[in-house]
């Protein structure tokens, strides 16, 4: 079963603008993009790689949990990540998998709260069926209703043992508490009651293809050793009948938060007590450096070279971690410093040292050595990761995803060379302020000696 999977990254509208070809290398991102728009809409971009005879294959569809603004409808995003596995007329459910199995392909996907991302990754030889089978899919995807009521069951059961663990509630109170109108409300698996109510909304789902997973809606990215004409000849050839257009939807904008919010979770198991703090920030964007501010803010708070890593971390020991849930955004979210402690009798202790570290840097006083230093080990570190094709498409197809052009990544690589501490200063000064916080616990089941254990 396909399920929801971390990004694999270092880093941290509808229609696609106009692209320019090729996108040169550059010192923060090594090859070469070229980059053609099909008259269709579709964004087809290919990244020559020395990986004889190795290729990736990332399709990324700008539909998330976000898009999901029909009472009663979230999670369908996710959901339809399942069954894009379920097969088309010409290759009934379990031929794709045995023919690219056939070839040894990798493949998998992940829904995130604003895209959906699908990869294979393997022999450049079976290249040629791959591009067949996935046009045929995103064009022509095919499943019965029995079909869809079966795998409804199984994005249930995914929801049950999710919510086994902490994190999906925790999650779900802090979205409840941040967010009165925006549809980051929900989180990408949904409402559990509209995720109960999945099986009887079949036509919806049929719907949901329609309108999303169109031409103009997607990039599809191709990084390794492959023969560049040949593969878009056939690239043209299966995927220029695509026709459909991406529906218009108009995303309910979140009024400004005016004063300080709270939210809790009960947890009805021993585990280790949790603290979130989580300010509305603005989305990433492929014209401003707000989400690179935020990446360099991650570490520059919480990492560990940070006065609070080394006080409430390694000093006093009162967190066994501390860290962030931050990651880019369509619209705008939230920035969160986040704390697994030891004793739930630290709370305070923890919440006002976090506080500590966001004043001061409000108030200027900003370490311009460490700055720098985070700055050069983001750089190093996600050219470091760009170690196989798949690695490479990935990451494209992700900044893509959320920044709407195909060099999303190189463009969050060069911002974040340019990131202050002015900056930094400025925007903590600006939205990490009390009226704007939101502040999530979680206290577990306390044993009978009176602890947690």
Same mark, same amino acid.
């Given at each position: 079963m396909r399920r929801l999977l971390p990004l694999l990254l270092l880093l941290l509208g509808t229609a696609l603008p106009a692209l320019a070809q090729p996108q040169a290398a550059s010192q923060a991102f090594p090859y070469t993009l070229k980059t053609e728009k099909l008259a269709n809409g579709l964004t087809v971009v290919r990244v020559p790689y020395p990986s004889q005879g190795i290729v990736s294959y990332v399709?990324?569809?700008?539909?998330?949990?976000?898009?999901?603004?029909?009472?009663?409808?979230?999670?369908?995003?996710?959901?339809?990540?399942?069954?894009m596995f379920k097969g088309t007329k010409r290759h009934p459910e379990g031929e794709r998998e045995r023919i690219l199995g056939t070839f040894g392909f990798d493949d998998n996907a992940f829904t995130t709260d604003d895209i959906t991302l699908y990869y294979s990754y393997g022999p450049s030889a079976g290249l040629p069926f791959l591009i067949d089978i996935e046009a045929?899919?995103?064009?022509?995807?095919?499943?019965?209703?029995?079909?869809?009521? /079966?795998?409804?069951?199984? &994005? *249930?059961?995914?929801?049950?043992?999710? @919510?086994? +663990?902490?994190?999906?509630?925790m999650e779900e109170a802090l979205n409840a508490a941040a967010f009165t109108k925006h549809t980051y409300r929900h989180t990408t698996l949904g409402f559990y009651d509209d995720i109960k109510a999945m099986p009887e909304a079949y036509q919806y789902s049929r719907d949901f293809f329609e309108r999303w997973y169109t031409p103009d809606n997607t990039?599809?990215?191709?990084?390794?050793?492959?023969?560049?004409?040949?593969?878009?000849?056939?690239?043209?050839?299966?995927?220029?009948?695509?026709?459909?257009?991406?529906?218009?939807?108009?995303?309910?904008?979140?009024?400004?938060?005016?004063?300080?919010?709270?939210?809790?979770?009960?947890?009805?198991?021993? /585990?280790?007590?949790?603290? &979130? *703090?989580?300010?509305?920030?603005?989305? @990433?964007? +492929?014209?401003?450096?707000?989400?690179?501010l935020q990446t360099v803010l991650v570490a520059y708070l919480?990492?560990?070279?940070?006065?609070?890593?080394?006080?409430?971390?390694?000093?006093?020991q009162l967190v066994e971690a501390i860290g962030s849930d931050y990651t880019e955004h369509r619209d705008p979210h939230l920035f969160s410093l986040t704390a697994t402690l030891k004793n739930e009798k630290d709370y305070d202790r923890v919440r006002l040292a976090l506080l500590q570290e966001v004043s001061r840097l409000a108030a200027g006083k900003v370490d311009a050595a460490r700055v720098k230093a985070i700055q050069d080990n983001a750089r190093y570190g996600a050219l470091m990761a760009l170690q196989t094709p798949r690695d490479v498409g990935i990451q494209l197809g992700w900044y893509a995803g959320i920044l709407g052009t195909p060099d999303g990544l190189q463009r969050q690589l060069a911002n974040l060379a340019?990131?202050?501490?002015?900056?930094?200063?400025?925007?903590?000064?600006?939205?990490?302020?009390?009226?704007?916080?939101?502040?999530?616990?979680?206290?577990?089941?306390v044993s009978d000696a009176g602890g947690t254990k």
């Open positions: 399709t990324v569809v700008r539909v998330g949990s976000r898009n999901e603004v029909e009472a009663g409808k979230t999670g369908f995003a996710h959901f339809f990540e399942h069954m045929d899919r995103f064009r022509n995807l095919e499943y019965s209703e029995p079909s869809f009521r /079966t795998e409804a069951l199984a &994005v *249930l059961g995914e929801y049950h043992k999710n @919510a086994a +663990a902490p994190y999906l509630k990039m599809l990215f191709i990084v390794g050793d492959f023969d560049d004409d040949q593969v878009m000849k056939l690239v043209r050839e299966h995927y220029g009948p695509w026709d459909r257009k991406t529906a218009s939807i108009q995303v309910p904008k979140e009024p400004p938060q005016t004063q300080p919010r709270t939210a809790h979770v009960d947890w009805p198991q021993p /585990t280790q007590p949790r603290l &979130v *703090l989580a300010w509305h920030t603005p989305a @990433a964007s +492929a014209n401003t450096s707000d989400s690179a919480v990492g560990p070279t940070s006065p609070a890593y080394k006080q409430l971390v390694l000093d006093k340019k990131v202050t501490p002015a900056q930094l200063s400025e925007f903590a000064k600006r939205h990490l302020k009390a009226t704007n916080l939101t502040l999530l616990s979680l206290t577990p089941k």
